[in-house]
């Protein structure tokens, strides 16, 4: 354990099932395994550090998520090169998800910044950077 690593995330979803298809494989790719599962969540794990995503309640899902109000904007991981990155965008889209910022795709975040930038089920903003 590093001294104020993050020691777990918790993300509300609408749908439990779908999001786990959307992340299982990616955070799978991402070195992630599957660490808890009970009726109404499910986590992933890397290191000291785990991904939790949960059922929301039915009584709060009358609001939808959005990136640009107060909350979480995005997630941003890690990549081992762009190669990585540019297997992932190709894996993306043949799931059918669809690539943020295409027109400036590979290079959105700066010249310097090789990254892809993509939405979750629930429009939670994803990056894959590479080192």
């Known amino acids: 354990m590093t001294k104020g690593m993050i020691h777990h995330v918790e993300l509300y979803v609408s749908d439990l099932e779908r999001s ?16 808890q599962e009970w ?24 609001e939808p998520y959005h990136r640009c109000r107060v909350g979480l904007n995005h997630l941003a991981f890690h990549a081992e090169s762009r190669e990585h990155v540019d297997r992932l965008t190709i894996q993306l889209k043949e799931k059918g998800e669809t690539i943020l910022y295409p027109d400036q795709h590979p290079f ?24």
């Open 108 to 131: 959105a975040g700066g010249n310097d910044y090789y990254a892809v930038y993509f939405e979750d089920p629930d429009r939670i903003k994803v990056e894959v950077v590479a080192p």
């Open 20 to 35: 786990v298809r959307f992340w299982g494989w990616l955070l799978a790719d991402l070195g992630y395994h599957a660490y």
């Open 39 to 62: 009726d109404a969540g499910r986590s992933f794990k890397l290191g000291d550090t785990y991904i939790v995503f949960v059922q929301t309640e039915d009584r709060f899902l009358d």
